[in-house]
């Protein structure tokens, strides 16, 4: 059965800074690439971040990059979103997940997700 478990999430002032962690059980995330997304009240989820599992290399949503850092610990089998510079617009409910490769884009991997951790970033 897989499972995510993300944790790290909290409130914080503007220009804060925060690490996510993701703790994924019933699969091996060494296979695969594997996600960060977000959901702000009222709007869709959203790709936030990709880390491939061949060479490690990595894809963000325009709005993050510079300001977010995603990293893997396969032996654990979990995944990191190292979070700096952060702004209101930041607030939303984090998840992870697997991605497959789909063209030039990503399919999320599973139908399942975890509880998320809220990030609030207050101006």
């Known amino acids: 059965q897989v499972q995510f478990v993300e944790s790290g999430g909290g409130l914080v002032q503007f220009g804060g800074s925060l690490r996510l962690a993701c703790a994924a059980s019933?699969?091996?995330?060494?296979?695969?690439?594997m996600s960060w997304h977000r959901q702000a009240p009222g709007k869709e989820r959203e790709l936030v971040a990709v880390?491939?599992?061949?060479?490690?290399?990595?894809n963000y949503a325009d709005s993050v990059k510079g300001r977010f850092t995603i990293s893997r610990d396969n032996a654990k089998n979990t995944v990191y979103l190292q979070m700096i510079s952060l702004k209101p617009e930041d607030t939303a409910v984090y998840y992870c997940?697997?991605?497959?490769?789909?063209?030039?884009?990503?399919?999320?991997?599973?139908?399942?997700w975890g509880p998320g951790t809220q990030v609030t970033v207050s101006s």
């Open positions: 997940n697997a991605e497959i490769p789909y063209g030039k884009t990503w399919v999320t991997a599973w139908d399942s």
């Open positions: 880390i491939t599992s061949t060479d490690g290399s990595t």
């Open positions: 019933g699969f091996k995330i060494s296979a695969y690439a």
